[in-house]
């Protein structure tokens, strides 16, 4: 069974378009994460959910909006795509807690957008 | 802020050969130590870690020692394989949010 799964692997799309990526985890976590990985393999956070609220939102541009409807679930919403939004982006989760520290990750979605 | 300085790469070996790889860390208080791995194509897998000062990680021949009088987690091992190729990445963790900082990743290639 796939632990943190993302939707869809491959994502081509021309700029200017709205795009959805999806994230589901069994793993019963409670904190999930966006990363992005960009062409020089370079990994940087950009979100994180706790229970459903946002804990970390790193210095991303209003395009990119995440949504988690239950624990389980954090989606990535990125309207008007440019260019620089090209990347590969990784779904982690973990668990809450102090000694609950590793994360788990997704197989990640390469976005490109033409 | 934050930071992790590792090795930059490409790194080339021929099988059995020892492999080090340099990781230097910044950052206030006792952080988390870890080094994620990246097999082509696949999304990163926990390889090793420790959370605390003089701790050893080690995972499949692997290990890596938290040395905070030099702020440094060196990813070791005695005799790498084909199979080792991959991406690795040291990172750390520091706070109640838990958000990983990476260093920029170290390509590994082992030639047979």
């Known amino acids: 069974d796939t632990a943190v799964s993302q939707t869809p692997k491959y994502l081509v799309t021309q700029m200017g378009n709205d795009k959805s990526i999806k994230c589901e985890q069994n793993l019963g976590h409670d904190t999930m994460y966006w990363y992005k990985q960009d062409s020089k393999k370079f990994l940087k956070i950009m979100f994180s959910y706790n229970n459903k609220e946002l804990i970390i939102n790193e210095t991303v541009p209003n395009r990119f909006s995440p949504k988690s409807p239950d624990k389980a679930h954090l989606n990535l919403h990125i309207n008007s795509l440019e260019l620089g939004d090209s990347a590969v982006y990784f779904c982690a989760s973990k668990l809450a807690g102090g000694n609950a520290d590793t994360q788990y990750f997704g197989p990640g979605t390469r976005l490109t957008v033409l | 802020g934050d930071s992790v300085t590792q090795m930059e790469g490409p790194v080339t070996l021929s099988e059995e050969a020892f492999l080090t790889i340099n990781c230097t860390y910044t950052?206030?208080?006792?952080?988390?130590l870890f080094w994620y791995v990246q097999y082509p194509g696949e999304g990163l897998q926990l390889l090793l870690k420790?959370?605390?000062?003089?701790d050893k990680g080690s995972n499949k021949g692997f290990e890596a020692t938290y040395r905070k009088e030099t702020t440094s987690f060196h990813l070791e091992k005695g005799s790498v394989q084909v199979s080792d190729s991959a991406v690795y990445f040291c990172a750390l963790i520091r706070g109640s949010n838990y958000k990983l900082t990476f260093g920029k990743g170290t390509l590994l290639t082992v030639n047979p």
């Open positions: 420790a959370t605390k000062a003089d």
């Open positions: 950052a206030t208080g006792y952080p988390s």
